[in-house]
Each structure stands twice: as structure tokens, then as C-alpha cells.
């Protein structure tokens, strides 16, 4: 069971490019999630999915969209990158809301130039 | 609203110290907590969880954690760490769907 994954570990991107960040989660988890980790400021929402078909905005959504077409999935989309999105990006899951432990991913690091 | 706050950002000890991680929150109503850690080069993990009942919580590798409501703090604490403990500690918050973090504290154990 690989938990969950994410892609691509690392990018670099040209401002002004858009850029979609993958996660697949194996363990049915209804709950999805979204963070960027900056240093100094811990990891802040951007999107979350509290179950497949529905989608909603974090602490930080501005710039970024997210889908869940289905329970496994939640890509995370950057439309036109800008450098303060340089940043590691989190993806997460849990089986419910804030009673359940959520699981995290490997993270994708990502620069914006 | 809610928040998190975390003392230190950066805690340097030797092996065998006693560790205590300060976190106090913000928050009006009913509160879950956590302690999450990330060792170097991996992803976040659970050490501890308090949702209710016994206010001293027991986590993995050793780490307790305690509530106390009317300081409104979830401090964590080791007896005696180890190298392997050298990491980044985030205390997090939920309420509903959203978990609040915060800034995260680092630990480096020195040998």
C-alpha cells in the first residue's frame, strides 16, 4: 500500500506557466487535502475536498484551483505561476474530518523563476 | 478564528536531555489536537492526538503530550531524546475539516 503519492517530486517553472500538481491517495480516505509549507510560517490549507465532487478554499487558495473528480485524486492547479508560490506543496487525506488523523504525502518542491 | 502558536523555533540539545516543545492555541470551542513531525527529507507524520478524556496523551517513540485547558497549551515533552529525534515538530489544530499548524519548531540533537 503505497499511502500517498505525489508528483513530480520537484519542478522548476517559469512564471507565467501553468502547472498542475498530482496526488492519489490508496486508502479511500473521503477527505483530501491541500497545504504549502513556507519556512517560519508551518503549512497553511489551500484546498480541501471533504468528499469526492466537492471542493473547498483553505487558508491560502488565491492562484491555485483544485478538482475531485473522484475519491482517489485531488489535483492541485496552478493557472499562471508566480513566485511566491515558490513553496513545498502537501497533499493529505483522512477518512473523516478533525477527528481523524490525516496522512501525508511526500510533498512536491516546487520554484517559480 | 483559530490559531496556533509555537514558542521556538529552534531547540538545540544534547542526547539523553529532557525535551519540552511549547504550543498554546486559540480557539473558543471544543478542540482536537496534534503533534505532528517531519525528520529530514520525509513527509509529516503523527506522533500524538488529544480529542477528550485523559488529558496526558502517550505518542510514539517515547513523546507525551499534555492539555490544559485553562492555559490553553498542548506542550510536548520527551525524557530523554535520542539523535534520531533531531526533526522539525508542528502542533496543529482541527475543527471540522481545516487543521491550523503551527510555525514549527526544530530540533537538533546533538550526539
Known amino acids: 500500500i503505497a499511502g500517498i503519492t505525489q508528483a513530480p517530486t520537484s519542478q522548476i517553472l517559469a512564471a507565467g506557466r501553468r502547472m498542475t500538481l498530482r496526488c492519489t491517495q490508496d486508502m479511500r480516505h473521503n477527505a483530501m487535502y491541500w497545504y504549502r509549507q513556507d519556512l517560519g510560517l508551518g503549512l497553511r490549507l489551500i484546498h480541501y475536498?471533504?468528499?469526492?465532487?466537492?471542493?473547498g478554499k483553505g487558508e491560502v487558495p488565491d492562484g491555485y484551483s483544485v478538482s475531485r473528480a473522484n475519491t482517489d485524486d485531488f489535483p492541485l492547479t496552478l493557472a499562471s505561476a508566480v513566485p511566491s508560490q515558490t513553496s513545498v506543496y502537501f497533499c493529505?487525506?483522512?477518512?473523516?474530518?478533525?477527528?481523524?488523523?490525516?496522512?501525508f504525502g511526500p510533498g512536491t518542491r516546487l520554484t517559480v523563476l | 478564528a483559530q490559531s496556533v502558536s509555537q514558542h521556538n523555533h529552534h531547540v538545540i540539545l544534547s542526547e539523553a536531555a529532557s525535551l519540552e516543545l511549547g504550543c498554546n492555541y486559540s480557539y473558543g470551542g471544543t478542540v482536537n489536537l496534534f503533534w505532528y513531525v517531519q525528520y529530514p527529507g520525509q513527509h509529516l507524520q503523527l506522533l500524538l492526538k488529544y480529542f477528550s478524556g485523559d488529558p496526558l496523551v502517550k505518542g510514539i517513540k517515547g513523546f507525551e503530550a499534555e492539555f490544559i485547558k485553562s492555559k490553553f497549551s498542548f506542550n510536548l515533552r520527551k525524557p530523554s531524546v535520542q539523535w534520531s529525534d533531531t526533526a522539525e515538530y508542528f502542533c496543529?489544530?482541527?475543527?471540522?475539516?481545516?487543521?491550523?499548524f503551527g510555525a514549527g519548531t526544530t530540533v537538533t540533537v546533538r550526539a
Open positions: 496543529a489544530l482541527s475543527n471540522d475539516y481545516k487543521l491550523s
Open positions: 493529505a487525506s483522512s477518512a473523516g474530518t478533525s477527528y481523524n488523523e490525516q496522512f
Open positions: 475536498s471533504n468528499t469526492a465532487g466537492t471542493t
